[in-house]
């Protein structure tokens, strides 16, 4: 069974921190891209980021780039979101899912329960 699940999430004032994790068990995670998204109050889910599997290259929404770093380990199944100088907009409920494939073009293909953040302005 494939399983992700996300943690790490809280609340913090505007320009703080937060490190997301996510846990990925039930499937061969090194061959699957993994995106992160979030899901504001009264807002489609977003994309934030995403790495893919074997050569790690890493795309960021503009909205985030420049502040929000993701990084993968293939040999423990985990990935993770840091999160710096954070603002109000970024407030909402973060997913991890793994990707269709390699790369970071196809379909999410299961998600995790996702992890609240809030930024306090």
């Known amino acids: 069974e494939v399983q992700l699940v996300e943690s790490g999430g809280g609340l913090v004032q505007a320009g703080g921190s937060l490190r997301l994790s996510c846990a990925a068990s039930?499937?061969?995670?090194?061959?699957?891209?993994i995106g992160w998204f979030r899901q504001a109050p009264g807002k489609e889910r977003e994309g934030v980021s995403c790495t893919t599997s074997t050569d790690g290259i890493t795309y960021y929404a503009n909205s985030v780039k420049g502040r929000f770093t993701m990084s993968r380990d293939n040999a423990k199944n985990w990935v993770y979101l840091q999160m710096n100088t954070l603002k109000s907009e970024d407030t909402g409920v973060y997913y991890c899912g793994a990707m269709g494939g390699r790369l970071c073009d196809g379909a999410v293909l299961s998600w995790g329960q996702g992890t609240q953040v809030t930024v306090s302005s």
């Open positions: 039930g499937f061969t995670f090194e061959d699957y891209a």
